[in-house]
């Protein structure tokens, strides 16, 4: 039989949610109605001249093909980040999770990319990968015979950032999972064993269907992620370039509003960009969140 | 923007702190800069000489991060109305800050509201040029100005038989240079900062071709950007030419082409005049000299004279006559030979009075440290033109960016020369349109 809890006071149940009700309100309402007013005017850098426009600023956006080609630009970027941060972090968490002699040291040195800000994350691989003095660039040039230059070539600088986006991210994942793993029952494990299935199909068949509610949190997470969190990354490293070939939306809407100084733009590409992601989120949620088993 | 609205906040807090301590007798001025490092000491010690030498004004000097961030940290307190007295924009920002009336204080009204001795006719014509208005007054002090020269590495010139004391002149020249120090075993010829700066903007001026209408946007709001012209697609698309066997090689925006030039990989470098200090520091291996820019010699009128970069300070107005009078005084010194000439030479900077220009030269740096002065020589080489007057855009902060990267798909063999200058000038546009309308 299911206890009911009841309240007898009314209020009781808001006021415990205030606090959070209080923190969306304040970091997420607001700024997102903020951005949607700033969205349809017209305003000058100091704020001395602002003008109703309606929809212009969107308009001007879908007549800019550098804005289409934007979109595609992102869309790349996001599934390789996601899918390359969570590919690894999946791997390494597997192994680390077999690991029996300084188990804590390799978990400690997985997780410690993460206290890397993204700016400094980007400019790490930036040097590595520097043209003219950066080892991995040397590397790829004298055993590899691949001529890296992300300063000219904008596949390899899409690369570039994707490698430092993911690399940032993969140490969330990594912690995550293993979590994850450590929560599964060895008994289950250890049955198939003795039943005779290979340590690749155990993984397969036990492991990774019991991980699945893990891998959706992060899947959600990581596509939030590379959509949002990697302006630090691109602009510490190749500023939506060579030719616009890194200019993520994310970091169009840093670039103009902040460094551009056109608010209303930026505000009218923030808002595009809140409709992608929620009906993203949405979609996750609607069809891939079905084959999760919980 | 809340972010920098806390900043500004933060900021304003921490002055009042430190002002509680002083003696109240003295007038107070904030100075936004961006000088970071050893610019930001040398900085600081102007606000301090200035503060030694009299005791009625307390110039505070503010470190705000690089350009853009104080320029838009800047607005973002103005926005707030916890703004400073001074700040230092760079030279793209200035159409900005000149379409922003109401926000800023022009620098003539300044001196002439507080009584200061203040001729426009001892700074040099080619810095002020950039800041006057089209009745010639001018808007902004002047503080640390650049342009672009050619660095060249010495040591590779006489490995390559070429005469150590003679860079080229002019492009088929610096093909042809090029091309014997590749056949020494340097990897490529040239490379270049700032190209937008370099090869576009100074590259107009130097050739007498307008950079847009309207005297480069000196005559309002309404230019177009002309970037496109015969002479514009010629060079890029040589450059481009020049790509593809390395006696051009890209390294990427603003400074980060400097590692080429150091390392010597590449044996000529086209950067600001500010940038020697740098060279001196890395060019361990090799001797390096200095030479001007060169230029199509079939271009009728060149070379004409090179446009700076760098920046100005501006006053942003909603604070008492008393602090403007604070502020007057020590844009008089700032303007001062022995501070002017003293920057200059630690600095690398132009000398933005003709008295500082002078004191240098009679004090024999330019003699002790050759190089030095082809700077000042490139900017003043003719009287400037329309066209080398410097440049007025708003939006031109995202200019920059669209010229940037469609140089880049020119690099890259993306576009040709023409259809990528063709593209630039219509997006630019755009923005200057866009700016016109939020501005008109």
């Known amino acids: ?294 | 923007m809340t972010l920098h609205r806390k900043f500004a906040a933060l900021a304003a807090g921490a002055i009042a702190l430190t002002a509680a301590g002083q003696a109240f007798a003295q007038t107070e001025v904030q100075w936004w800069h961006a000088m970071g490092g050893e610019l930001g000491q040398k900085t600081e010690a102007i606000a301090a000489g200035f503060n030694a030498s009299q005791s009625d004004y307390k110039v505070v000097p503010i470190y705000k991060g690089n350009y853009t961030e104080t320029m838009t940290g800047a607005i973002a307190a103005f926005r707030a109305k916890k703004h400073p007295h001074i700040v230092q924009v760079f030279e793209v920002g200035t159409g900005t800050m000149m379409a922003a009336e109401g926000a800023v204080y022009p620098v003539y009204k300044l001196m002439q509201d507080a009584g200061a001795k203040f001729d426009p006719k001892d700074y040099l014509p080619a810095v002020t040029g950039y800041y006057t208005d089209t009745a010639g007054n001018m808007l902004s002090m002047p503080f640390n100005s650049s342009t672009p020269v050619l660095y060249y590495n010495k040591t590779a010139f006489a490995k390559a038989g070429l005469d150590p004391n003679t860079p080229p002149k002019t492009w088929p020249e610096v093909g042809e240079f090029s091309k014997k120090l590749q056949a020494a075993g340097i990897a490529c010829g040239f490379t270049t900062g700032w190209q937008s700066w370099v090869q576009l903007e100074n590259f107009s001026a130097w050739h007498n071709l307008p950079i847009g209408t309207m005297e480069n946007g000196f005559g309002g709001l309404g230019t177009e950007l002309t970037l496109n012209s015969d002479a514009h697609v010629r060079h890029i698309a040589q450059l481009a030419e020049w790509q593809k066997t390395k006696i051009f090689d890209y390294g990427g925006r603003r400074s980060d082409s400097a590692p080429k030039f150091y390392n010597q990989e590449c044996a000529m470098y086209m950067n600001s005049s500010a940038a020697q200090a740098g060279v001196q520091a890395n060019a361990k291996d090799f001797e390096f000299g200095v030479g001007m820019l060169p230029y199509w010699p079939d271009v009728a009128g060149a070379p004409q004279n090179s446009i700076i970069g760098g920046a100005t300070l501006w006053v942003l107005s909603g604070h008492k006559p008393a602090e403007y009078k604070g502020v007057a005084a020590f844009f008089n010194y700032l303007a001062s030979a022995e501070v002017q000439a003293k920057w200059h030479q630690e600095t690398g900077y132009l000398p933005i009075t003709l008295a500082a220009y002078e004191l240098t030269k009679t004090q024999g740096f330019y003699d002790k440290n050759p190089g030095t002065d082809v700077s000042i020589k490139q900017m003043t080489l003719k009287e400037p033109t329309p066209n080398s007057k410097g440049l007025r855009f708003g939006n031109f902060v995202q200019i920059r960016d669209i010229l940037n990267e469609e140089l880049e798909a020119v690099w890259s063999g993306q576009k040709t020369a023409k259809q990528a200058l063709d593209t630039a000038v219509e997006r630019s546009n755009a923005l200057l349109r866009r700016f016109e309308k939020d501005n008109g």
């Not at chain 1, 939506?240 to 608010?263: E, H, Q, R, S, W």
Request: aromatic fraction near 16%; charged fraction near 10%; include cysteine.
């Open chain 1, 1 to 294: 039989m299911i206890k009911r809890v009841t309240f007898r006071h009314k209020w009781l149940p808001y006021a415990l949610l205030a606090p959070q009700l209080l923190i969306t309100l304040v970091f997420f309402i607001w700024p997102a109605s903020q951005a949607l007013y700033q969205s349809v005017l017209r305003q000058d850098a100091f704020g001395l001249r602002t003008e109703f426009i309606g929809f212009e600023n969107f308009a001007d956006l879908f007549a800019d093909p550098t804005y289409l080609s934007s979109f595609h630009i992102t869309l790349v970027f996001c599934l390789a980040v996601a899918s390359i941060s969570l590919g690894f972090a999946l791997m390494l968490a597997v192994m680390a999770d077999r690991v029996i002699k300084g188990a804590t040291t390799y978990k400690t040195l997985l997780i410690w990319p993460y206290a890397v800000a993204p700016a400094i994350a980007g400019v790490l691989w930036y040097f590595m990968f520097n043209p003219s003095i950066g080892i991995n660039a040397w590397i790829l040039r004298t055993v590899f015979g691949y001529d890296w230059n992300h300063t000219l070539d904008g596949g390899d600088a899409l690369l570039l950032v994707i490698i430092a986006a993911a690399w940032k991210q993969v140490s969330y994942n990594f912690l995550f999972f293993l979590a994850g793993l450590q929560a599964i029952p060895r008994s289950l494990i250890e049955a198939a064993a003795i039943d005779g299935a290979s340590p690749l199909k155990r993984f397969w068949t036990i492991v990774f269907p019991l991980l699945s509610p893990t891998t959706f949190f992060l899947l959600v997470v990581n596509v939030v992620y590379a959509f949002f969190d990697t302006f630090g990354t691109i602009h510490a490293t190749t500023n939506g370039g060579p030719a616009g070939a890194t200019n993520t939306l994310v970091y169009k809407v840093f670039n103009d509003g902040f460094i551009g100084l056109d608010l209303g733009g930026s505000a009218a590409q923030s808002v595009i960009l809140m409709i992608i992601v929620v009906s993203l989120t949405v979609v996750q949620f609607r069809y891939i969140e079905r084959r999760v088993e919980y």
